[in-house]
């Protein structure tokens, strides 16, 4: 088991990041796509493997949080596919083996007595556009050691988010894609993500791990009510 850290705001500079990496003993850095730093135009392949290789690194890769494949908008959908298909291409060049991804619950129309997912109540034209998008993926993927791993956000168990789910056991159908366990956020969901992933420990492949307290999550390990070394046998299981 390879231990890394998540990109920090408080630097903005990839080298010093990569420094402190080694500095503390870790193996990877995962570069967040949520930073301006980060676009798949501004990430320069030649300097990254320059970095990497200066401090015995590597890299994984957080795609966008508000990534959508499965948008009703097609031009949309189509520019977030694409933005991934590049980034595939990108972790090939840097040998990056994760891409790390969140599936959205989308939007939501709020009735007097209740809210409406829009992808629960048009789950076929959502699970079709995410089955257009794993299959894409799979191809751009191809033979290359690269896994796009499903982190866990709270959603797999909500009786009003049920699509998601579904759309996970989608993904989990091809052999491109696979698991990451964020125990934080299992935590701060009533421990509701974990029977999913314990049903799927063949694909985990990756953990955010943090702490979490009630719905607070993101806390530093201590801080929180979670057991990480009990959180991390699940693992050893999946070996």
């Given at each position: 088991m390879h231990f890394g850290m998540p990109t920090l705001i408080e630097i903005k500079s990839?080298?010093?990041?990569?420094?402190?990496?080694?500095?503390?003993?870790?193996?990877?850095?995962?570069?967040?796509?949520?930073l301006p730093e980060s676009q798949v135009n501004r990430l320069d392949t030649l300097r990254l493997a320059e970095i990497a290789d200066k401090y015995g690194i590597y890299y994984t890769i957080h795609l966008d949080e508000n990534l959508n494949p499965c948008d009703f908008n097609e031009r949309v959908s189509a520019a977030y596919t694409e933005t991934v298909i590049q980034t595939i291409n990108i972790a090939k060049k840097l040998n990056v083996p994760i891409l790390n991804m969140h599936l959205t619950s989308g939007v939501y129309f709020t009735l007097p007595e209740k809210k409406v997912l829009l992808f629960e109540e048009y789950t076929d034209d959502y699970l079709k556009r995410l089955t257009d998008f794993r299959d894409v993926c799979t191809a751009t993927i191809g033979n290359a050691n690269i896994k796009i791993c499903i982190e866990n956000c709270g959603d797999y168990?909500?009786?009003?988010?049920?699509?998601?789910?579904?759309?996970?056991?989608?993904?989990?159908?091809?052999?491109?894609?696979?698991?990451?366990?964020?125990?934080g956020h299992n935590a701060a969901a009533d421990y509701s993500d974990e029977s999913t992933i314990m049903?799927?420990?063949?694909?985990?492949i990756h953990f955010h791990i943090h702490d979490a307290k009630g719905k607070n999550s993101h806390l530093i390990i201590g801080d929180g009510s979670v057991d990480v070394k009990e959180r991390g046998k699940i693992d050893l299981k999946a070996q």
């Open positions: 990839i080298n010093e990041t990569a420094a402190l990496c080694r500095e503390l003993g870790l193996k990877f850095v995962e570069l967040n796509m949520n168990a909500r009786v009003a988010s049920l699509f998601v789910k579904k759309g996970l056991i989608l993904l989990l159908g091809s052999p491109a894609f696979g698991l990451t366990f964020d125990v049903e799927n420990t063949d694909r985990l």
